[in-house]
Each structure stands twice: as C-alpha cells, then as structure tokens.
C-alpha cells in the first residue's frame, strides 16, 4: 500500500504546476483523497480534497481559482493543478488518501486517524 506523490519542482510566480498522486497496492475509487502541503515550521495546510462518493471537490478559500483537483480511475491517480503559484505557495506538497473505500457515504476529505500517507514534493515559486 503506498501513494507515490510527484510533479514538485521550481517555478516563477505565475507559473503552473501539476502534481500527480499514483496509488499502488490499493485503488483510489471510492476513497476521499486530499493534498496537503507544509512549510517547515508550519502547521500542515489542506490544500484540495476530493470527495468518495461522487468527485465533490473542497478548496479553502487560498486555493480557489487556483488549483484543480482531479481523479483518473484508469490510472488511479489523483491529480492537482496548480495556476499562478506565488511565492506563499513553496512548501512540500502531500497526498494522503483515506484509508476505507466509502462509496455510499461522502467523506469529502481523508480522516485524520485513517489516512495513507505517500511522501512530499517539494514546490518552489520564486518571484
């Protein structure tokens, strides 16, 4: 069971991104699957989610136009798109996945006592 996280790298204020979370050992269907990121020091930050049942995405108001959480269940990947990262948004970026398939009930986002966790990509948006 492992989440492999990647697409991290340095880009300049304005640029885009996308990060790709790959499932392996496990499928994503039917999971809450949410990116995270965190600076050193920082509390971690959620950054999108994308719910169980039927795709509904969460973004906090810091994300809003500016990331697009995605799922492709051929792949089982989950995807984040990012448009015009500014230089608050340099962190290492984390994928966690909830760790119960819930195809009934909505789970907009991984619970925190059930998560897979895959390691972090690391953002960097330069001004």
């Known amino acids: 069971v492992q989440l492999q996280a990647s697409g991290g790298g340095s880009v300049q204020t304005g640029g885009s991104l996308r990060l790709s979370c790959a499932a392996s050992g496990f499928s994503l269907d039917y999971r809450a699957v949410g990116w995270f990121r965190r600076v050193s020091g920082q509390e971690r930050e959620t950054v999108s989610c994308i719910g169980s049942v039927d795709e509904t995405t969460y973004y906090p108001d810091h994300m809003k136009g500016r990331s697009t959480i995605s799922r492709d269940t051929d792949k089982n990947t989950v995807y984040l798109q990012m448009y015009d990262l500014k230089p608050d948004d340099t962190a290492v970026y984390y994928c966690?996945?909830?760790?119960?398939?819930?195809?009934?009930?909505?789970?907009?986002?991984?619970?925190?006592?059930?998560?897979?966790w895959g390691q972090g990509t690391l953002v960097t948006v330069s001004s």
């Open positions: 966690a996945a909830d760790s119960v398939q819930s195809p009934s009930y909505q789970l907009l986002c991984p619970r925190g006592n059930l998560e897979v």
